[in-house]
């Protein structure tokens, strides 16, 4: 079934030593830099970072519920994305303990958007259990915050020197591949941790950590890193030369077709299983029966999951009648705990 080929590809994406460090003058030799000191890598890393890091709502304080929503919202979602979902879920949900009180269908339906919504299940899990077997006190080391649902080994670190100043290295995609380049050997797992700990500044590691990953995200760019702009450039062994990371994959194509049955102010939505692994327990559109698809759909519109893009095609039909769903009114479907696809169908539909 095409509805169940959509939940396996979004399943499968479910998922962000000074001796070998280039230290030295900065001089070039043949056409790689020499070395660099320690010191002087992290120096020019923060002072960049002083100079240049974006002004993000989560780096405005650092309150361990601000850091810890922010660091689970950017796991497998771009900055971009994340800001306007950031502040409309602190809106909704200002501190750990309102998130701890609401009801999970109503934290998934501000996850709305997002995507990866076991994110949210966790997130939600999380939160009660700070509030109820922590009295509302955050956990501050990463090896306290590792036990937390949803929270591994980066997202732990991430925290932990960000909100609570801990001298932990936070290893993600854009840390690994500035380190690899700025090292020139494709290293992995815990030996780059291993580096990663040994470049921190221990004075300022959250500021550290982030200055790693805005260097990443920024400046040392998967396919064309912007070398003249980077602070460690002469301290760097590749400078964007050496490696060759993996390009993206070809991306599959697939068309999807569902079902708008609308009758006046009523939306039928079908619920998704609770048992699924995928958005359970989540509202969306009926696929469309093979025997209603005969005619031209009334909306198209282009939906990407992980290494798939989707042509989705919705026809206003009719159902016929014991199909499984159930009937809402307009007014209230915004409120649902939506797929973000029924969300962008519904909203191109204008019912929400
Ligand atoms: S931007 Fe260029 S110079 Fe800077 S770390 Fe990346 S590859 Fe090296």
């Known amino acids: 079934m095409r509805t169940r080929r959509i939940q396996d590809a979004m399943g ?3 998922k962000r030593g000074k001796q070998n460090f280039p230290s030295g003058n900065g001089q070039p030799t043949g056409d790689r830099r020499s070395p660099a000191s320690q010191g002087d890598f992290g120096g020019q890393l923060l002072r960049w970072f002083d100079r240049n890091k974006r002004d993000l709502p989560w780096r405005r304080d650092c309150d361990p519920y601000h850091v810890w929503l922010s660091e689970i919202m950017l796991q497998q979602t771009r900055v971009g994305a994340v800001v306007e979902h950031y502040n409309r879920f602190l809106e909704r949900f200002p501190s750990v303990e ?10 998934l339906a501000a996850w709305s958007g997002l995507g990866y919504y076991r994110r949210a299940h966790r997130l939600h899990a999380a939160a009660r259990e700070v509030v109820h077997r922590r009295r509302g006190k955050f956990p501050a080391t990463q090896a306290e915050l590792e036990t937390l649902p949803g929270i591994g080994r980066y997202s732990s670190a991430a925290i932990a020197s960000i909100a609570f100043g801990q001298a932990v290295a936070a290893v993600d995609g854009n840390v690994e591949r500035v380190l690899q380049r700025v090292l020139g050997r494709s290293i992995r797992g815990n030996p780059l941790w291993q580096i990663a700990t040994e470049r921190l500044n221990a004075r300022r590691p959250g500021d550290f950590n982030q200055a790693m990953m805005e260097l990443g995200a920024t400046v040392c760019l998967p396919r064309e890193p912007k070398c003249c702009l980077c602070p460690v450039q002469a301290l760097c062994r590749t400078q964007g030369e050496l490696e060759r990371f993996p390009t993206a994959r070809r991306r599959a194509k697939q068309a999807v077709d569902y079902a708008l049955d609308r009758r006046r102010d009523l939306v039928f939505l079908l619920r998704r299983s609770r048992q699924t692994t995928l958005m359970p327990g989540m509202w969306e559109l009926p696929e ?3 025997s209603q698809r005969s005619s031209g759909p009334w909306l198209t519109l282009r939906h990407a999951i992980t290494s798939t893009d989707y042509l989705v095609r919705v026809a206003k039909v009719r159902l016929p009648p014991g199909t499984k769903g159930s009937w809402f009114k307009a007014s209230r479907v915004g409120q649902l705990p939506l797929t973000g696809l029924a969300r962008k169908i519904l909203r191109q539909a204008k019912v929400i």
């Open 12 to 14: 499968k994406r479910e």
């Open 98 to 107: 309102t998130l701890a009180a609401a009801r999970l269908s109503t934290v």
């Open 288 to 290: 469309l029966p093979t």
